[in-house]
C-alpha cells in the first residue's frame, strides 16, 4: 500500500458521549483520500502499556459508511477490521459512523456515565490503515444530555481550536500519538503546579470531600521535579511541554497506564490527601498513591520513550513479545519508591519497609522458581496479564523480581566502581542513545544484547554470568550480601510458630473461600483447593473473618478436621498445621553504613 504524503488533508474524527445512560459514544471518521481500492479500518486489539489482547472491537454495537450523503458498503474482514467499497468519485470523502459502548471503569478502556465520560483512542479511534503518518485531528464534543452541562475537557492532546480544559478540536501529528492521550471529561477538581518550568495539572474526577489539591500539588512537584533532574542533571529539560495526572478517585480501586505525556490513574478516594489531616504523618493510602504517581511518570522516559526494539513501533493488532519487561517495568518499579525517598517525601525507614515487602512478595511464590523474569516479560500475555489460582506456583512478577533485580544491578555496579558508577548511570546511557531522540529523530528500540551490554560497559565488569542466574534463570537474588557492605541488614523473620493453612483467602459474602493454595503447603497437601469455601474447623464454624482466631488454639503440627463445600458438595478433609511460611523481610540501616546507603542517593557519576 503506498505510504501517502502528509500534504493529504488531515483523518478528521468526531466524537460524543450521545447516550450517558446507556454508555454510548458516537464516533465519526472522515478519510478526504480513501484508498482507491477500498479503505480498511482497524481498532487496535491491546492498548500500549497493559500487554493483553483485549478485542476493543467487540464494544462496537453499530457501524456503517457513507459518501456524499450515500451509504457504502463495509465488508468486515477479522474481529477488528472493516473494508470500505471503493468510491465511484475518487474525489470524494468518505465517512464511518460508529457507535462504542464504554462501561470498562479502569484505565485501559472506555467509561461513560452520567458522572463523567472518559476514553482511550485504542478503544475508540478506528485506524485508518496506510495513512496512519497523516495528521489526525478530533472534535470532542459536548454531550447534550443535562448532566454534562458543566463539564471540562482534560486530556494532553495539543489544542487546535479548543481552549485549554474546553470542548472543540485537539490534534495529534500521527495515529500512534492521536492514541497516547487519554482524554477525562467532568466536572473535575483541577490543579496545576511546575515542575522545572513545565506546567503540570491533576485532574481527580469523583466525589472526594476535603480533598488537599495542595499537598498533592506540592508532593507532586518534588517527584517530577527530582525525576525530571535524575534523566537530565545538567539541563533539567523534561520531554513533553506539558503533563497531565488523571484520577479517577472510587471506592475501591487502583491502577495505572502510562502514556507519552500523561497518565491515566484510578484509586481509593480515601488514598487521596484531606485537608482534615494538614501537619499528620502520610498515610499508607497516600503513599501507595504517590508509588503509582512515580511509577506511571518514570514511565515517560523509561518504556514511552527508551522502548524494547519489539515495541518499536507497536503492532496493535497482535501480541508484541519481549523478554525486556523486567527492565521496562521492573525498573520503573525500583525507582518509583526509590524517588519518593530522594524527593524527600519519605525516609530511609519508610523505604526499608517498603522495600522489604517486595522482597517478601517474591519470595512467597514457588514460581519463581520455575519461571524466569525473562520468560515472565516475554509470557507477559498468556500468563502474568491471565492469572489464575495457581499463578503463585506457577510465575514470577517481573514486576516484582524485576525490581529487585534493579536493586541487585545497582549494588554491584556501585560496590565493583566504589560508588562511582550505578544504576542511574544505566539508565541515563539509555535515555541518551534510545530515548531522547525517539520521537523527533526517528529513534529505535533497544535489543536484549544491548540492554546486556551496557551493563558491562558502565561497570567496566562482566554481567553475563548474572544475567544467566537471576533474569534467565531462576536463582534467587543474594540480597543480604550485596546490600551488607553498604551497611544495610538484611533479616528474615519468618513466624514460623504462627499456625496457617497455607492458602491465599478471599470472600464470597460472609464466607471464607480459598483463592490460591501455595504449593506443598497444609491446605494443599490435606486436599483442599482453590475455589472451596470454608465451613468449619473442628466443628467451629468459619467465617470471612475469623479463621487467624481460630487456628491461634493450635499449635504448628496439630491435625484439625476442615468441612468445605466444593461447588456445592461438602467435604471433609484433616489438615495437619504448618508454621506460617509468610517471609518476613526486615531492611534495617546500621550506623556504619549511614554515609554509604547505596541506592538511597544518586552515585557520583554525572
Avoid at 354 to 368: E, F, I, N, P, W
Avoid at 589 to 604: F, I, N
Amino acid at each position: 500500500m503506498k505510504k501517502p504524503s502528509k500534504t493529504l488533508p488531515a483523518i478528521a474524527y468526531t466524537i460524543v458521549g450521545h447516550d450517558l445512560a446507556a454508555h454510548l459514544f458516537h464516533v465519526a471518521v472522515t478519510v478526504a483520500a480513501p484508498a482507491e481500492g477500498g479503505q480498511i479500518f482497524a481498532l487496535p486489539a491491546w492498548i500500549p502499556g497493559s500487554y493483553m489482547i483485549r478485542e476493543f472491537s467487540r464494544n462496537i454495537v453499530r457501524i456503517r459508511a457513507e459518501s456524499k450523503g450515500e451509504p457504502v458498503e463495509l465488508t468486515k474482514l477479522d474481529k477488528h477490521s472493516w473494508q470500505a467499497a471503493p468510491l465511484a468519485d475518487r474525489s470524494a470523502a468518505l465517512t464511518v459512523h460508529y457507535e462504542v459502548y464504554a462501561w470498562d471503569l479502569s484505565v485501559r478502556a472506555a467509561h461513560l456515565d452520567q458522572n463523567h465520560g472518559f476514553f482511550n483512542g485504542t478503544s475508540t479511534f478506528l485506524r485508518v490503515l496506510g495513512q496512519e503518518e497523516l495528521p489526525h485531528v478530533v472534535d470532542i464534543q459536548r454531550p447534550a444530555d443535562e448532566a454534562a452541562a458543566v463539564w471540562r475537557v482534560a486530556t494532553s492532546l495539543p489544542e487546535l481550536k479548543a481552549k485549554r480544559y474546553g470542548y472543540g478540536t485537539y490534534i495529534a501529528s500521527s495515529y500512534d500519538e492521536l492514541i497516547d492521550h487519554p482524554v477525562e471529561q467532568g466536572d473535575f477538581a483541577l490543579a496545576t503546579f511546575k515542575a522545572h518550568g513545565i506546567p503540570h495539572d491533576i485532574v481527580i474526577t469523583g466525589r472526594v470531600p476535603n480533598l488537599d489539591l495542595a499537598r498533592l500539588s506540592a508532593d507532586l512537584k518534588k517527584i517530577c521535579e527530582t525525576q525530571i533532574a535524575f534523566f537530565e542533571p545538567k539541563t533539567k529539560k523534561a520531554p513533553m511541554d506539558r503533563y497531565v495526572f488523571m484520577t479517577m478517585a472510587v471506592g475501591d480501586g487502583y491502577g495505572g497506564l502510562e502514556h507519552r505525556a500523561s497518565t491515566a490513574l484510578i484509586c481509593n478516594r480515601g488514598d487521596l490527601p484531606t485537608t482534615a489531616a494538614k501537619g499528620k504523618d502520610i498515610s499508607d493510602g497516600y503513599l501507595q498513591y504517590l508509588g503509582l504517581c512515580s511509577h506511571e511518570y518514570f514511565h515517560t522516559w523509561n518504556v514511552k520513550r527508551i522502548k524494547p526494539a519489539a515495541f518499536a513501533p507497536y503492532n496493535l493488532q497482535v501480541e508484541n513479545y519481549s523478554p525486556l519487561l523486567w527492565l521496562f517495568e521492573g525498573f520503573t518499579s525500583y525507582y518509583d519508591d526509590l524517588m519518593l525517598v530522594r524527593a524527600g517525601i519519605i525516609g530511609e525507614q519508610a523505604y526499608f519497609k517498603l522495600l522489604g515487602k517486595t522482597a517478601g512478595s517474591v519470595l512467597r511464590g514457588a514460581g519463581r522458581t520455575k519461571q524466569s523474569v525473562a520468560d515472565s516479560s516475554f509470557d507477559a500475555w498468556g500468563k502474568y496479564y491471565r492469572q489464575d489460582e495457581n499463578a503463585p506456583n506457577a510465575i514470577v512478577s517481573y514486576y516484582t523480581k524485576g525490581s529487585l533485580i534493579g536493586l541487585a544491578l545497582d549494588l554491584s555496579i556501585r560496590a565493583k566502581t566504589g560508588g562511582e558508577k550505578s544504576l542511574d548511570d544505566v539508565m541515563r546511557a539509555l535515555w541518551q542513545r534510545y530515548g531522547r531522540d525517539f520521537y523527533t529523530g526517528g529513534g529505535r528500540g533497544v535489543t536484549p544484547a544491548e540492554a546486556e551490554a551496557l551493563f558491562d560497559e558502565i561497570s567496566g565488569g562482566r554481567f553475563k554470568p548474572f544475567f544467566d542466574k537471576y533474569i534467565r534463570g531462576t536463582e534467587d537474588l543474594p540480597l543480604a550480601k550485596l546490600l551488607a557492605p553498604f551497611g544495610v541488614k538484611y533479616n528474615d523473620e519468618r513466624k514460623s510458630s504462627k499456625p496457617s493453612f497455607d492458602a491465599n483467602l478471599g470472600k464470597d459474602g460472609n464466607d471464607c473461600k480459598l483463592s490460591a493454595v501455595h504449593e506443598n503447603g497444609a491446605a494443599q497437601q490435606a486436599g483442599l483447593s482453590a475455589g472451596d469455601i470454608l465451613i468449619a474447623v473442628d466443628g467451629l464454624r468459619v467465617t470471612a473473618t475469623n479463621l487467624d482466631a481460630l487456628l491461634s488454639r493450635y499449635a504448628v503440627g496439630e491435625t484439625v478436621e476442615v468441612y468445605a463445600f466444593r461447588r456445592d458438595e461438602l467435604m471433609r478433609f484433616d489438615l495437619t498445621l504448618q508454621g506460617d511460611r509468610v517471609p518476613g523481610i526486615t531492611l534495617t540501616l546500621e550506623a556504619a553504613g549511614k554515609k554509604s546507603a547505596g541506592p538511597l542517593r544518586p552515585s557520583a557519576s554525572r
